[in-house]
């Protein structure tokens, strides 16, 4: 595989939906154990999907892609997943967005300390 074909790989994986994505390489969790169930940093969860209020959040490995071209770098990420207990709907929230985030933060903070 070239580089070109990462690219494209890469371009495509973002303009997947979450439920699209092949995780096969990064096994999902199954066994939800211990999950704290229907709230998260004190905020209550709901189904997008049915409206339930038992929600169960998981935290998986998830790298991501920051910047493009060259300098392009895989930031490493731990992002909570949510997933409905009630339909089994899953899904991520503002949260996963907050840890990728912080993530490009302490990655920036360390590229400007290299100067
Ligand atoms: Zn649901």
């Not at 070239?2 to 439920?19: A, G, R, S, T």
């Not at 959040?57 to 300098?71: D, E, I, L, R, W």
């Not at 997933?83 to 709907?89: A, W, Y």
């Amino acid at each position: 595989m070239d580089e070109e074909e990462v690219k494209q790989q890469i371009e495509d994986l973002k303009n997947l939906p979450d439920e699209k994505i092949d995780t096969s390489d990064i096994p999902e969790i199954k066994d939800w154990t211990g999950a704290v169930r229907g709230k998260y940093a004190g905020k209550t969860l709901q189904c997008p999907d049915c409206g339930s209020h038992v929600v169960d959040t998981h935290h998986v490995a998830n790298p991501f892609q920051y910047g493009s071209g060259p300098k392009a770098v895989m930031l490493p990420a731990i992002i909570p997943y949510r997933k409905c207990v009630t339909c089994g709907f899953q899904w991520t929230d503002s949260d996963a967005e907050a840890v990728r985030e912080a993530a490009i933060n302490e990655y920036l903070k360390k590229v400007q300390s290299r100067v």
